[in-house]
């Protein structure tokens, strides 16, 4: 079974300042895709980023950027230039690629607060 | 394009009454996931259909919960009897499709179930 950890259950940055929020994952698969996804008070699921596993470029989205290290299982979202309107909770996800089921696996979160 | 529609926003019950919820996907949708998210935890999956048909209900408590497809369309997810540990937010979520190619996954707002 496919398993997601994040290990800090809350960060905190200061306003245009970098942060860094760390998941790591344990699957037998080799091909998958890894997904940050924001949840802020109104608890609307938003999609951040997205990074499939055979790809080597790590995935960035404007401000988003991923660190994907395959070998150590290791998929961190680095946030630049961090505004009031990051703060919310943050979810690693996994999804195998192929197969019948398309489910995501989600770690337990992290609350990000953004310092004004 | 009208987002998933999820109602109600807010239940709140005594244990061992039944609640339902609520589900309206993305028009032209085919997947839906029924996801459950306790406090301070990540979305667990429930259920998934493909159309009308269940994909994964391997984490649904069939013993109290049920769910269906009418159409291949709405959805909704009902427990009966209810427990103090069914309190959680209950999510779902559509997309085109199931199938090896990457279809992003669409979550609604959520509904807050309370188990007094």
């Known amino acids: 079974a496919q398993t997601v950890t994040q290990s800090q259950p809350e960060m905190s940055v200061q306003e245009a300042e970098t942060v860094t929020l760390s998941c790591t994952y344990d699957?037998?698969?080799?091909?998958?895709?890894l997904f940050w996804y924001k949840q802020p008070p109104s608890r609307q699921m938003i999609l951040v980023i997205r990074?499939?596993?055979?790809?080597?470029q790590n995935a960035t989205e404007n401000r988003f950027s991923v660190n994907f290290q395959k070998a150590a299982k290791s998929f961190s979202l680095k946030i630049s230039d961090s505004q009031l309107g990051d703060a919310a909770m943050y979810f690693c996800?996994?999804?195998?690629?192929?197969?019948?089921?398309?489910?995501?696996?989600f770690g337990k979160g992290i609350t990000l607060s953004v310092r004004p | 394009e009208a987002g998933v529609a999820q109602s109600p926003r807010y239940k709140i019950i005594e244990k061992r009454q039944s609640v339902a919820f609520w589900c309206n996907p993305i028009?032209?949708?085919?997947?839906l996931y029924w996801y459950q998210q306790i406090l301070g935890q990540g979305p667990k999956l429930l259920i998934q259909?493909?159309?009308?048909?269940?994909?994964?209900d391997s984490q649904l408590p069939k013993d109290r919960f049920s769910a269906e497809r009418l159409k291949g369309v709405d959805s909704t997810l009902k427990i009966q009897p209810a427990k103090l540990e069914d309190s959680a937010v209950y999510l779902c979520?559509?997309?085109?499709?199931?199938?090896?190619?990457?279809?992003?996954?669409?979550f609604g707002p959520g509904t807050r179930l309370t188990v007094l």
């Open positions: 699957t037998s698969e080799s091909d998958y895709y």
């Open positions: 996800a996994y999804r195998r690629r192929d197969g019948a089921n398309s489910k995501l696996t």
């Open positions: 979520a559509s997309s085109l499709d199931r199938t090896n190619y990457y279809w992003e996954q669409f």
């Open positions: 259909f493909q159309n009308n048909g269940v994909v994964d």
């Open positions: 028009s032209g949708h085919a997947t």
């Open positions: 990074q499939e596993a055979y790809k080597q």
